[in-house]
């Protein structure tokens, strides 16, 4: 699945995350650079559970190679250089990783 999944990754995916510490403004929300991935994308989705339990319809999915994207970022389809999320971002709710026989691992990213 992993090699076949490749071949469908033919959108970007545009993560934002959280920084930590911003000593300009210690109360103000600091973006970290913007890093873009290849994706396959869907909008909506299978009902889902989150991490804590609740049930949540998701607004888009996306399949990717594995890379670093967290549950609480915020992505949005395409790419972007812009420091903060653009209107369009969404929550990153939901990771599902798996391996796959060849030994590559893919994840899938569910929104809300």
Not at 31 to 48: N, T
Not at 73 to 95: F, Q, R, Y
Request: glycine content about 8%; some cysteine.
């Amino acid at each position: 699945m992993s090699t076949i999944r490749a071949r469908f990754l033919k959108n970007k995916v545009t993560r934002w995350r959280e920084s930590t510490y911003n000593s300009g403004d210690v109360y103000s929300k600091s973006w970290a650079v913007p890093v873009s991935f290849r994706c396959a994308y869907k909008s909506g989705g299978d009902i889902q559970r989150d991490n804590e339990g609740g049930q949540f319809q998701p607004a888009s999915t996306y399949y990717l190679k594995l890379c670093d994207i967290k549950v609480g970022d915020k992505v949005a389809l395409g790419i972007s250089s812009v420091a903060n999320p653009t209107d369009s971002a969404e929550t990153v709710k939901k990771i599902v990783t798996k391996t796959t026989l060849v030994g590559s691992a893919d994840m899938t990213i569910y929104t809300g």
